[in-house]
């Protein structure tokens, strides 16, 4: 009959995992980091996103003309989805007022004469000032406002070149004599929330990741309970680490789980590349972002410090993430740093293999640098051992 013997380091890592489990039990605090958090800014990004595209954008007129030529363009405008005639006003002062007060985004200016010159077939135009001061609805504005004109303009003059003499399909290829066949690759519905669901939500699994493993490496060092901590695991680090770690990376794992289960079901994000490949770099990004906080404490033997660096860390890391702005198109200095974040080797997978559906070798480069951060991070344990087992350093807030 063979025996199976567990070895040493084996029971001691389950001596520490059952001495962190029993602390977990009774501190509410690793609950809201390691499950309760996660779960709860999901609904809340889900519900700041589920439009998927901004809609009913407030613009006040100024309809200086006030004829069914300029009328109908206003309800051409007020038809799209992205703009809302907010009110109709007499002067473009009143409406310079409704932008400061918040009340429109935009202003329409439609001068005097405009229907006379339509009706003549006279160059005329119409003016729109947005208020850029948010570049996404300025966007949206001026392309939804160029729509409606153009679709206007068009219409124009296809019944100038109808009542010409000219059949329909000739007044059309007069009026389009060149058109843009375009095609959207890997968002055709330009769904924002295809990328900032997708972004900011495993951004808070490595947010309650970092100041998890943060929060329960220091915790040992704030209440002086280190050296029971390392007993557990006969002094080995790396057998404390692991199983100190083990029980907030499988709930993290949880947090992944319906993560992916929202974006597939509930928001439609499409997964056209391997499944496998985007789970192993969710699982290297929870481990590297682990690893960077023994780099925090291990470096500030201070717990609150810690804490305030991994916030600011973690927030910096969706700014070089590529997805607000193009990586490519930042500074060199600025493409540099954007490497050591995480974060952004990870979205490098999960775009790739989740929208554009790129062969399974360009997530090698992005896994090896999660890798690497791991790395790092193993680079840093006698550093923290060294923390954990000084008395000075104990009890330190």
Not at 59 to 82: G, P, Y
Not at 142 to 168: C, D, F
Not at 239 to 265: D, E, R, S
Not at 282 to 307: D, G, K, P, W
Request: with cysteine; charged share 10%; hydrophobic share 50%.
């Amino acid at each position: 009959m063979i025996r199976w013997r567990i070895p040493e380091w084996g029971r001691a890592v389950f001596r520490v995992l059952r001495r962190e489990v029993s602390r977990f039990a009774g501190n509410k605090v690793y609950l809201f980091v390691s499950l309760t958090g996660p779960l709860l800014s999901f609904v809340l990004v889900v519900n700041i996103f589920i439009a998927g595209v901004p809609s009913g954008l407030p613009v006040a007129v100024v309809d200086s003309d006030n004829t069914s030529v300029s009328r109908q363009l206003v309800r051409m405008v007020d038809a799209t989805r992205t703009v809302r005639v907010y009110c109709k006003l007499s002067s473009l002062h009143e409406g310079n007022e409704a932008v400061l007060r918040g009340d429109a985004q935009a202003v329409l200016h439609i001068p005097a004469g405009f229907g006379k010159s339509v009706m003549k077939s006279e160059g005329s135009g119409v003016v729109l000032y947005i208020n850029n001061t948010n570049v996404l609805n300025g966007g949206l504005l001026q392309s939804a406002v160029l729509s409606a004109v153009s679709t206007y303009s068009t219409g124009v003059k296809l019944q100038i070149a109808m009542k010409g003499g000219s059949a329909p399909e000739q007044a059309l290829e007069q009026v389009y004599p060149l058109r843009l066949d375009t095609h959207e690759l890997f968002n055709p519905y330009i769904n924002y929330s295809y990328f900032l669901s997708s972004a900011l939500m495993p951004l808070l699994i490595a947010l309650f990741t970092l100041l998890g493993a943060i929060y329960a490496i220091g915790i040992e060092i704030r209440e002086g309970t280190s050296d029971g901590w390392m007993k557990a695991a006969n002094g080995s680090i790396m057998v404390a680490l692991t199983g100190k770690l083990v029980p907030y990376t499988l709930l993290m794992l949880v947090n992944v789980g319906v993560m992916h289960y929202i974006l597939a079901n509930y928001i439609g994000f499409p997964m056209k590349g391997w499944w496998g490949s985007t789970m192993a770099a969710q699982v290297l990004m929870i481990i590297a972002y682990q690893m960077v906080a023994v780099v925090l404490v291990a470096l500030t033997a201070n717990t609150r410090l810690s804490l305030s660096l991994a916030s600011a860390y973690s927030m910096m890391a969706f700014t070089y993430s590529g997805l607000t702005f193009p990586v490519l198109g930042m500074p060199l200095i600025a493409r540099i740093i954007a490497y050591i974040f995480p974060f952004y080797h990870w979205m490098r997978v999960f775009m790739g293999q989740s929208l554009r559906n790129e062969p399974l070798a360009t997530a090698v480069g992005p896994m090896l640098g999660l890798i690497a951060f791991i790395i790092i991070g193993i680079l840093f344990f006698p550093r923290l051992n060294y923390v954990l087992s000084e008395p000075r350093f104990q009890h330190r807030t």
